[in-house]
């Protein structure tokens, strides 16, 4: 194990070079005020250095809400808000102390999105956790697609793109016309259920015209396993405690 103070001081810590690219990026993002001593934690926790994305963002800040909260990226949020954006300690189930026997599981749960996505990095065996891609790649539940994919980056390269715009076209088809004012109001807990759902060949057909609800992100992802054990016949695993 390696201790807190090791980890946080390194000669190339990864968050000053990640604000130049957010002050450069043509994406909307607002990065939260963090809570120092939970990112120390955290950072134990997680034996990752700052030198890394992942580390310099649970060290640093809140989270990180992009366009306009549609994509929520997990930090160290100060305060206890029952509204805000939960933390990546409190998404993924992490112990209050460090603990060596703790497990990540099949991965790490790094971001949701609105409507009930959820990017992950992966653990160190994803074939018997019965995920796609590699060691340390990002995956990507799809809520209208009821299964994993992986995206062919590690945390820092899908970081980078996100900042780069791939967002938009990766979330294009799932997008309708004032869906950025719908996205806004909502506070860091909740997500948007359709009816149809985002999985039926109905929704797919006329999704701006959709019942849209918001609803907890808790609730969300629920019901986003339980349909997937019930029409995919597989189940997802650990989507994150929101």
């Known amino acids: 194990m390696r201790e807190v103070d090791e980890l946080i001081n390194v000669d190339d810590p990864a968050w000053p070079l990640l604000l130049q690219e957010l002050s450069g990026t043509g994406v909307p993002v607002e990065v939260l005020p963090g809570d120092p001593e939970q990112g120390r934690v955290s950072l134990l926790q997680l034996q990752v250095s700052a030198r890394s994305n992942l580390g310099g963002i649970v060290l640093n800040c809140g989270g990180m809400l992009v366009d306009s909260g549609w994509l929520r990226i997990f930090g160290s949020p100060s305060g206890a808000d029952a509204e805000g954006l939960p933390g990546l300690a409190e998404i993924n189930a992490m112990p209050a102390t460090f603990d060596p026997a703790w497990p990540s599981g099949a991965g790490l749960v790094v971001a949701h999105d609105v409507l009930g996505g959820v990017f992950t990095l992966n653990g160190g065996n994803p074939r018997q956790a019965g995920r796609p891609g590699e060691p340390g790649e990002i995956l990507y539940f799809a809520p209208d697609a009821l299964g994993w994919q992986a995206l062919g980056a590690g945390h820092s390269a899908w970081l980078s793109w996100i900042l780069s715009g791939g967002l938009q076209e990766f979330s294009e088809d799932l997008r309708w016309d004032g869906w950025r004012d719908e996205v806004s109001v909502l506070n860091g807990r909740q997500g948007l259920s359709f009816f ?12 701006p015209t959709a019942s849209r609800r918001a ?24 989507l994150g405690v929101a």
Do not use: I, N
């Open 215 to 238: 609803v907890p992100m808790a609730e969300l992802l629920s019901l986003s396993r339980t349909s997937s054990l019930q029409f995919g016949g597989a189940d997802p695993g650990f």
């Open 196 to 207: 149809p759902p985002l999985w039926s060949a109905e929704a797919r057909q006329a999704l």
